[in-house]
């Protein structure tokens, strides 16, 4: 879609029933700075690949009817939405996706992203994929198995406000790609996990490191739930 220099748009009559491919439809609509999309049918649509890439003034966004069963690709679908200060996708059905690469990259204003429901058991890559989200401070990705996973390169790269992640579920194979996961963020960081793939991976000067969210000091909790 040619939309750099639309301010804003009505969509309430798109009938998007049958579509499968919703690659780039909005990227670019950089001075947009609300979209409701509550109307769309989503049920069939495999991929999401930058979907909503470089809207930059986007501050509100209703994405809350999607049904994302069938999607397969959400690379970059919300890169350098650069405005937005949160994302709750409790609602998104990842059990499918593949490819979440970059997905959340440049979002340099997110401080909340509930992404606590994600099923990744099918997700192959995750370069990236909070890579320069400065804003945020919180991560509750325990419900990342990783499994399947081949690429978690600079995952959480230049995130220097990034408090808190949890990864306590998460099992990747010794063959993974995993250089600099932790590259750019704070050496106060509280890392939860239980895999000693992670593990190897996070430099001896970090003094928050533990083993698992069992062992957190209930102050640490209660920061980690207050978001």
Do not use: W
Not at 12 to 36: H, P, R, W, Y
Not at 199 to 207: A, L, T
Request: charged share 15%; glycine share 2%; hydrophobic share 35%.
């Amino acid at each position: 879609m040619e939309c750099h220099s639309l301010t804003s748009l009505d969509l309430s009559k798109f009938n998007t029933s049958k579509l499968q491919i919703v690659e780039a439809m909005f990227s670019g609509c950089e001075k947009i700075t609300s979209l409701d999309l509550s109307n769309f049918d989503t049920s069939h649509i495999t991929n999401f690949q930058e979907f909503l890439k470089n809207m930059h003034s986007l501050v509100y966004l209703n994405i809350s009817n999607f049904n994302t069963s069938s999607a397969q690709n959400m690379d970059r679908m919300f890169s350098h939405c650069s405005s937005m200060t949160s994302f709750d996708l409790t609602h998104f059905d990842t059990s499918h996706v593949t490819n979440m690469h970059k997905m959340f990259s440049e979002c340099f204003s997110l401080v909340y992203l509930n992404i606590s429901n994600f099923d990744t058991s099918n997700v192959q890559t995750m370069d990236y994929m909070f890579s320069n989200s400065f804003s945020l401070r919180f991560l509750d990705l325990s419900s990342f198995t990783m499994e399947k996973m081949s690429d978690i390169t600079y995952m959480f790269n230049n995130t220097p406000n990034l408090e808190f992640i949890n990864l306590t579920n998460a099992k990747p194979s010794q063959n993974i790609k995993i250089n600099e996961i932790f590259k750019g963020t704070p050496k106060n960081l509280i890392i939860c996990t239980n895999s000693e793939v992670i593990s190897q991976k996070i430099d001896s000067s970090f003094c928050g490191f533990v083993s698992c969210s069992e062992n957190l000091k209930a102050e640490q909790k209660k920061n980690f739930c207050r978001y």
